[in-house]
């Protein structure tokens, strides 16, 4: 660590044998400084997993130095859109900056009918996408508009979502109102990391979230009377909420006991300093080990076997992007032809009314305009023919990767 007290994006390399979670969206009520639920897990093998996309949480991925390109494996609890709101944004931003070479895969359960699914959902978002995704089209793509959905069955609990480089992800259902709602739990390298999802505490989230290392839930702060005079919201609209839904903070500390956690946190919240002490001592009343909230927006923990470290992140109200992250193993960058072009998705009438720009560009500026796809298959860029700067801020997740890969085979060879 670069620093012991804040991490600073883009400092410091998620090392070897470590884990590293980032919040990057805390809160179901959407505000600035708690933008919807989203977690992002990142492991020392260079894989990185998103748990939630919720709306806004793409500005603080982009805030924390990721590129949206680097956001391929997205795992949804439930279709609550304060937990998906962020995926088309993602697929659309993130194939447009870059996202050309992989798919998007899409995690989630099953409903209890299948138009309750994530499948469906997948669909109806290709469904309300649709003109963007067309008018995105005169942009590289690649393979970027497509998308596997890992529908699975919410009922099968224990089920594998994900197995694969030595990384494995189960679910389980929660009891969150209607059918189709999962808790996941991720281990990788004897490391543990659980997000419950929202739900009501229950004995399936102290059976598979058990001795996790990092285990994670919501938590609803159960103070619905001052809340309401807060935020004016009826007591028993808060109530009927909190007991339908959630999980109030004495049940956090009871599952986390059960759990036996090296670390329990909470998140999915409001982060509010009238309500953050009574917080802490409704969790506190059955769990006394290490605890910490999973809010605000920017809370980074960095996990090894030896030591757990949470820190507050350093997130820039108006960073520039990430360079879209590339595999330069083929010593080659290949930017795949446009699917479409102006001509076939715009009106000839519609472009004649634009103005000329030697109207308004002064005297002496003349760019040469690019308003044609400038050669006719796709764009192969040898990445020696790439300037410097470029290749080294494009490369910089795929060679972190090559480096801890090879770390991490010659230790398991010792
Ligand atoms: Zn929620
Ligand atoms: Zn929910």
Redesign the pocket.
């Known amino acids: 660590m670069k620093s012991a007290a804040n991490w600073f994006p883009r400092t410091e390399e998620v090392q070897p044998n470590e884990m590293r979670i980032i919040f990057m969206g805390t809160a ?1 009520f959407i505000r600035p400084g708690q933008m919807n639920t989203s977690i992002f897990v990142q492991l020392g093998n260079g894989e990185n997993f998103v748990f939630d996309i919720g709306e806004g949480s793409p500005a603080n991925y982009i805030a924390a130095g990721f590129a949206l390109n680097q956001l391929k494996d997205i795992f949804i ?2 279709l ?1 859109v ?2 998906y709101n962020g995926l088309p944004y993602v697929w659309m931003f993130g194939t447009w900056a870059g996202g050309w070479h992989d798919n998007l895969r899409v995690y989630g359960p099953s409903g209890r009918t299948p138009e309750f699914g994530t499948a469906k959902m997948v669909e109806g978002m290709k469904m309300f996408t649709g003109w963007h995704r067309d008018a995105f089209s005169v942009f590289p793509v690649g393979r970027g508009w497509d998308i596997d959905v890992h529908e699975f069955d919410f009922r099968d609990n224990g089920g594998v979502v994900y197995e694969k480089n030595g990384v494995k992800v189960i679910h389980w259902q929660r009891s ?1 109102a209607k059918d189709g ?1 999962s808790g996941y739990r991720l281990d990788w390298n004897g490391l543990c990391f659980t997000w419950t ?3 009501r505490p229950s004995k399936l989230d102290a059976k598979y979230a058990k001795g996790c290392d990092v285990y994670v839930t919501e938590q609803q702060p159960e103070l619905v009377e001052i809340s309401s005079g807060v935020q004016g919201v009826p007591p028993f609209l808060a109530r009927y909420t909190i007991d339908t ?1 959630h999980t109030p903070g004495y049940a956090a500390g009871y599952l986390a006991n059960e759990v036996q956690p090296r670390l329990l946190m909470t998140t999915h919240m409001p982060f509010d300093p009238y309500l953050n002490e009574e917080a802490v001592a409704e969790v506190r009343e059955h769990w006394d080990g290490p605890f910490h909230f999973g809010a605000p927006d920017g809370i980074v923990v960095n996990v090894t076997r030896e030591q757990i470290w949470v820190r507050e992140g350093i997130l820039p109200d108006y960073p520039n992007s990430r360079a879209p992250q590339f595999d330069f193993t083929n010593g080659q960058l290949v930017v795949p032809h446009p699917p479409t072009s102006r001509e076939k998705i715009q009106e000839p009438f519609v472009r004649e009314q634009q103005i000329d720009p030697k109207k308004y560009y002064p005297k002496g500026y003349h760019p040469e305009l690019l308003e044609d796809w400038p050669v006719e298959g796709d764009l192969v860029v040898p990445i020696e023919g790439l300037p410097e700067s470029l290749k080294e801020s494009m490369g910089e997740a795929w060679r972190l990767r090559q480096k801890n890969r090879k770390a991490l085979e010659e230790q398991s060879e010792e």
């Open positions: 179901p609890t439930h609550h304060d937990h969150h709602a999802g929202d739900g839904h």
